[in-house]
């Protein structure tokens, strides 16, 4: 990794590019701590540190809080960071399968990948207005909002708070689209890693934490499952199952082509962190949806609140719902990335087939019963790593923090993987060997 980032420093255009991604990455981290006006930044930090231990509503703060870099602890322009672009993406993507009109634009190249977009940010901008509404609905509950002196000064703090949360996910969207036109790697995904990183020093004063209280299970129980957590996945980025093709040997003039053996490449875990980004950010929504009860409602503790209740990131209901969904997710990523009926047709025009099998309608089954199996392989790889630390800190509550801490290993492992094979393949493009090299 450290050879590639050289060669990578070397070449004078991908210099730019990572000098240009680490400027978008200072830009937010400046606007993770700029906060919005009205509200009590001190209250805020300190019920923050007061949730970092909590379960439902705490421990999605405390989840939220990580992959926003701190932003929501400082009630920052950025504190919603790329939720709603993210959940816009999904939307966007599920409608493309669902609705015939935006499956046709979906299909028409780069113009209509270029509607799609626009279409998903105008959807990133109205899921902002109610998450930011949502946002403020909470921090003014838990008097986290300096109040006015009537009731005009009141909705004008709301007005203002909510469109400075909305801006700053508007501006999030752009920074992770700058990144991915002009930078290094997935622009979002750049953005959720660095958000992460900048709470290591937090990990690492829970893992020290943990030392001073003598807790030494926990301590070590820690590292390991994080440790592990890195090899699977790096064992899961390179696994891959290669499906071998004879291409038929054909004369044309004077010369004979083909008659070569080849593989096509399936990776076992196709879809990589984006399965987890999903699943977490529609789990998400019932404990936020929680958040916002009032506090007779959970006094009373009714049908809604114990139904919403299921959903606490210590509960033995949401492991099983996030392992389903990231399941699903995965399959759904890989069948709108994958498609065996175009590369079936392709290898029919060149003349290759896989040995054993015809060409056509029996080589579509047998790619799709090939992808199936990988896919769920991959898939369940990627669910068990991201529930077995949810696991863990149900039977030991002293290490909650892993609950949250393990699907923020994956995300960091899997986008500073994907990136430095973004930055190889560029490597590879501009040195390539020459034929007398």
Not at 172 to 181: A, H, K
Not at 372 to 397: E, K, Q, W
Request: proline share 3%; glycine share 10%.
């Amino acid at each position: 990794m450290f050879q590639v980032l050289k060669n990578s420093w070397r070449v004078t255009e991908i210099r730019k590019k990572i000098l240009y991604t680490i400027m978008i990455i200072a830009i937010f981290r400046i606007g993770s701590v700029i906060p919005v006006p009205f509200i009590d930044i001190a209250a805020l930090k300190a019920g923050m540190q007061n949730v970092v231990s909590g379960e439902g509503i705490g421990s999605f703060l405390s989840y939220i809080n990580i992959l926003t870099g701190g932003g929501l602890e400082y009630g920052a322009i950025f504190a919603m960071s790329v939720t709603p672009y993210i959940n816009a993406s999904i939307i966007m993507q599920l409608l493309s399968v669902a609705i015939p009109a935006l499956e046709r634009i979906s299909k028409e190249g780069e113009e209509g990948r270029k509607k799609i977009a626009k279409i998903t940010r105008f959807v990133t901008v109205i899921l902002g207005l109610i998450q930011g509404t949502a946002y403020f609905i909470y921090l003014h509950a838990s008097g986290y909002v300096d109040r006015g002196y009537n009731l005009a000064e009141d909705i004008f703090a709301g007005v203002v708070i909510v469109l400075c949360f909305t801006a700053g996910s508007a501006i999030m969207m752009w920074l992770g689209e700058r990144i991915d036109e002009k930078g290094v790697g997935n622009g979002i995904s750049i953005l959720l890693f660095a958000g992460i990183l900048s709470r290591a020093k937090s990990a690492a004063a829970i893992l020290y934490n943990f030392w001073q209280s003598g807790d030494f299970f926990a301590f070590f129980a820690t590292i390991i499952v994080f440790l592990a957590i890195i090899v699977f996945i790096v064992f899961m980025t390179g696994a891959e199952r290669r499906i071998p093709v004879q291409y038929a040997k054909r004369v044309v003039g004077r010369k004979m082509y083909g008659g070569n053996s080849s593989h096509i490449p399936i990776k076992v875990n196709m879809s990589g962190v984006m399965p987890i980004i999903f699943a977490s950010s529609f789990l998400s929504i019932p404990t936020m949806i929680l958040s916002f009860m009032g506090t007779d409602m959970k006094t009373v503790q009714g049908f809604w609140y114990q139904l919403l209740s299921l959903f606490s990131y210590r509960g033995v209901f949401y492991a099983f719902l996030y392992l389903a969904m990231i399941i699903g997710f995965a399959y759904f990523y890989v069948q709108i990335q994958y498609n065996p009926v175009e590369i079936a047709n392709n290898l029919k025009k060149n003349g290759g087939s896989v040995p054993g099998i015809r060409s056509g309608k029996p080589t579509v089954e047998f790619l799709k019963r090939i992808l199936s199996r990988v896919t769920l392989i991959g898939a369940l790889f990627l669910g068990v790593l991201a529930v077995l630390p949810i696991v863990i800190g149900f039977f030991n509550s002293s290490m909650t923090s892993i609950s949250l801490g393990g699907t923020s290993v994956l995300i960091v492992v899997g986008v500073a993987l994907d990136t430095v094979q973004s930055l190889e393949s560029q490597v590879m493009m501009r040195h390539y060997k020459g034929l007398f090299d």
